[in-house]
C-alpha cells in the first residue's frame, strides 16, 4: 500500500535555528497538508497545498513557517527561527481528489531545546 | 466551520467489555468522517472513515462506527475490546470534498485493564 514518508523521524535543534521536514508524498496525490501535534495535545491542521501555492493556513502558521514542493516529488515545512512553543510532532498527508486516499505520514518529531 | 467534540477524554474498560467512544460534530455542509488511532509515541493509524453510502461502517481491528446524521454523531464501537486496543483514539471531520482539511477532535483515551 503507498505510504507518505516522513524525514527525519526525530530531530533536535537549537531555539533560533532553521529547520526543514521533509515529506514524499503519494505519487499520484495533488493535494498536500502540514498538521501539527504538541504532546499529548489534539492534531492541529496547518497548511494545505494544491497547485504549487498554498491553498488553506491556519493562523497556527504565521511568517515563520513556509512550504514547497521543490522538486516534484518532496514537500517541506521550513519554520525559520524555532522557538520551544515549536516542539511537536509534525504529520505531512495527501491527498488524491477522490477523497479516498487521504494519507497520514509516521510523523517527525521535532525537539527544540 | 466544523468542530468535532468527543465528549469522554479518558474511558475505562475491562478486557474483553464492549465499549463506545463518543464523537459529535457539527457542519453546515456535507462531511466526511473519520476515527484514527494513536499508539504511545507512534503516528495516526486511520480506523475508519465515512465518505458516503451506508451509515454503519467497519474498520480495522474490530471497530465499527455509525453515523448519524440527525443526531450528527459518529461514535466509534467494538464488541470486545483487547489489552492492545489500549491507545488514543481520535474522531475527525472534514468537508466533503477531496482538498479540504481535517479537523481533528481533542481526542479520547482508551485504557484496557485486564
Known amino acids: 500500500e503507498p505510504e507518505v514518508t516522513q524525514t527525519p523521524s526525530h530531530q533536535v535543534t537549537q531555539m533560533g535555528q532553521e529547520v526543514i521536514l521533509r515529506c514524499v508524498p503519494i505519487?499520484?496525490?495533488?493535494?498536500f497538508y502540514w498538521y501539527r501535534q504538541i504532546l499529548g495535545q489534539k492534531v492541529e491542521f496547518l497548511v494545505s497545498?494544491?497547485?504549487?501555492?498554498?491553498?488553506?493556513k491556519s493562523e497556527i502558521f504565521d511568517d515563520q513557517f513556509s512550504v514547497e514542493r521543490p522538486d516534484g516529488s518532496n514537500f517541506t515545512l521550513k519554520i525559520r527561527s524555532t522557538k520551544l512553543e515549536d516542539s511537536a510532532m509534525y504529520f505531512c498527508?495527501?491527498?488524491?481528489?477522490?477523497?479516498?486516499?487521504?494519507?497520514f505520514g509516521s510523523g517527525t518529531r521535532l525537539t527544540v531545546v | 466551520a466544523q468542530s468535532v467534540t468527543q465528549l469522554d477524554s479518558q474511558v475505562p474498560v475491562f478486557e474483553e467489555a464492549p465499549v463506545e467512544l463518543r464523537c459529535n460534530y457539527s457542519?453546515?455542509?456535507?462531511?466526511?468522517l473519520f476515527w484514527y488511532v494513536q499508539y504511545p509515541n507512534q503516528g495516526l493509524q486511520l480506523l475508519l472513515k465515512?465518505?458516503?453510502?451506508?451509515?454503519l461502517v467497519k474498520g480495522i481491528n474490530g471497530f465499527e462506527a455509525e453515523f448519524n446524521k440527525s443526531q450528527t454523531s459518529f461514535h466509534l464501537r467494538k464488541p470486545s475490546v483487547h489489552i492492545s486496543d489500549t491507545a488514543e483514539y481520535f474522531c475527525?471531520?472534514?468537508?466533503?470534498?477531496?482538498?479540504?482539511?481535517?479537523?481533528f477532535g481533542s481526542g479520547t483515551r482508551l485504557s484496557i485493564r485486564p
Open positions: 497545498f494544491y497547485n504549487n501555492e498554498i491553498s488553506e
Open positions: 505519487s499520484n496525490h495533488l493535494y
Open positions: 465515512y465518505l458516503s453510502g451506508s451509515t
Open positions: 475527525a471531520v472534514s468537508e466533503g470534498s477531496s482538498a479540504s482539511k481535517i479537523i
Open positions: 457542519s453546515s455542509v456535507s462531511v466526511y
Open positions: 498527508a495527501s491527498s488524491d481528489t477522490s477523497g479516498y486516499g487521504y494519507t
